[in-house]
């Protein structure tokens, strides 16, 4: 008998088995709505222009590739810290942040999740809907999930009152994963005033929190885009960060992420950046080194960051168009308003009223893959494909 033998398989990640169906696919007409990835006008997602300099500026001055130690790179983790809490922001120089690379924005979620263990979490609540990932960390990580209710699915926009609900259900000392800017799957966002108020609440009820911060610039701009954050910080005084940087560098496969922490007083953030550490040691032991170091050049030099910020606004930007054509296209095929609200959402995706009935004879009458969630990349789209994509889409809104 096999010491495999107790293992009976498990299924397929949907969206990792969604991608290989649609690699595999040998139809000439196929449209890749799945896994979130930017394309440009060819389906191609390119390496931005700010980064291959940054490499190469990079290989030019390597002279070892000796760990640099548990915190990795520490330029990048200044940066992020930048990014999250303000250059300027009292927290810091009081010792009251913390900061870690981690192998992508998996990794720090996994790095946070593993930090409520410690502090004594049993259960933590995800959105829901949310990335699929979220329960599958905190589970793999020993604790139970819970979801609260985050949008209204006739106006497709945040529901505070439903949120501020079914959190008002969790106990002192859960947990709490909330995501920053561009929700995934919605795109459905928080306004500053929910951040506001969803930060005093979970303050009040002692609930420990970590926001999930995946797409920063994709929704309006890097500070507006922050701007939810720093007024739950505010309001709640503490919290986690998860922050990736696979979606706004375009740096996916290097697993660029960043772990970060804001607590009440300096004892509590030096006593929890020590577990960071063992966390981090007993897992990969070491953080990976060249997404961090990537990003560390590109925002420690004024023209790269310059060139890497046009790059994102132009991502954005083309974005918000192919939203804006795909909404148009599939309200005036469908008569459905809910569609319009398509542009008032952010980022790279959205959630259509698809069934999973639907998403599947998408993909096999028409090549069309999208996720049995309904959820679209609309990164993945391109203007030319928009009236034939909206015209399949219809026929099973
Ligand atoms: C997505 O949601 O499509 C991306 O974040 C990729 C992934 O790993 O799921």
């Not at 509590?268 to 997404?291: E, F, L, Y």
Request: with cysteine; glycine share 10%.
């Amino acid at each position: 008998m096999s010491q495999f033998s107790p293992l009976s398989s498990l299924p397929p990640d949907a969206l990792l088995g969604l991608m290989t169906a649609y690699r595999e696919d040998a139809r000439a007409e196929k449209y890749d709505l799945g896994v979130g990835v930017y394309k440009d006008d060819n389906g191609h997602t390119p390496v931005l222009t700010a980064v291959s300099k940054a490499e190469a500026r990079m290989l030019e001055v390597q002279t070892t590739k000796v760990y640099e130690g548990p915190r990795g790179n520490v330029d990048f983790c200044a940066a992020i810290e930048d990014f999250v809490f303000g250059a300027g922001a009292a927290a810091r120089t009081e010792g009251r942040t913390l900061s870690f690379t981690a192998p992508g924005g998996c990794g720090a979620l996994s790095l946070g999740v593993g930090l409520m263990r410690r502090i004594g979490v049993k259960k933590v609540w995800v959105s829901n809907p949310t990335w699929p990932n979220h329960p599958k960390v905190v589970q793999s990580a020993g604790l139970g999930t819970a979801d609260y209710r985050y949008a209204d699915p006739v106006t497709g926009t945040a529901d505070r009152a439903a949120m501020i609900e079914d959190l008002s259900k969790a106990e002192r000392g859960d947990g709490v994963i909330v995501q920053g800017p561009c929700h995934n799957p919605t795109g459905i966002d928080l306004t500053i005033e929910d951040w506001r108020a969803l930060g005093a609440f979970t303050k009040e009820r002692g609930l420990v929190v970590m926001l999930d911060v995946a797409y920063h610039g994709f929704a309006h701009g890097l500070d507006a885009d922050i701007a939810g954050v720093r007024a739950f910080l505010d309001a709640a005084g503490e919290a986690m960060i998860s922050y990736s940087c696979s979606k706004n560098f375009g740096l996916y496969r290097e697993r660029a992420g960043c772990f970060l922490a804001l607590g009440e007083t300096p004892e509590g953030i030096a006593a929890a950046s020590t577990h960071v550490a063992d966390i981090s040691r007993a897992t990969w032991s070491m953080p990976p080194a060249h997404g961090a170091g990537i990003v560390a050049t590109i925002l420690g030099d004024a023209a790269l960051r310059a060139e890497w910020e046009a790059e994102l606004t132009s991502m954005r930007e083309r974005m918000i168009s192919l939203r804006r054509a795909l909404s148009g296209e599939l309200v005036q095929r469908t008569g459905s308003n809910l569609l319009a609200s398509l542009t008032t959402q952010n980022g790279m995706f959205s959630q259509l009223p698809v069934a999973p009935e639907g998403a599947k004879q998408l993909r096999e009458t028409s090549g069309l893959y999208m996720p049995g969630s309904g959820r679209i990349n609309i990164a993945g789209l391109n203007m030319k494909d928009i009236p034939r994509v909206a015209e399949i889409i219809a026929t099973v809104i």
